[in-house]
């Protein structure tokens, strides 16, 4: 599901056959995606801008992800991440967050297996 907020971080399952952390962020006119790796937060390619909202921009991201809700008091500066990585607290909280869906996942599965 993809929420209407102005900045968001997901958990994408690429093409590829591998997780990224996106970051978007809606702008005036004109929005953005960042994409970082999962297992260090090391920044893995150019941030990549279109026309309108990231919302309907970029809708080849929709399939395969978790929208996560970081719980940091202070959010990451993007710029300062294409440069020096994510914060060891954002890939923590992405880590956590991950594994609570999972457990989620597998409780609904068992209950419904056992219907």
Do not use: H
Not at 77 to 85: A, T
């Amino acid at each position: 599901m993809v929420k209407r907020e102005n900045k968001a971080w997901y958990y994408w399952w690429s093409p590829e056959k591998e997780w990224y952390i996106l970051a978007f962020v809606n702008g005036v006119r004109r929005c953005s995606r960042r994409q970082f790796q999962v297992t260090d937060g090391k920044w893995l390619e150019p941030a990549e801008y279109r026309d309108g909202r990231f919302q309907d921009a970029f809708p080849e991201y929709w399939n395969g992800v978790l929208f996560l809700r970081l719980s940091l008091i202070r959010k990451p500066n993007l710029r300062d991440c294409e440069k020096n990585r994510l914060p060891l607290e954002v890939l923590s909280d992405v880590k956590k967050q991950v594994k609570e869906s999972a457990d989620k996942l597998t409780l609904s599965a068992d209950k419904i297996a056992t219907q």
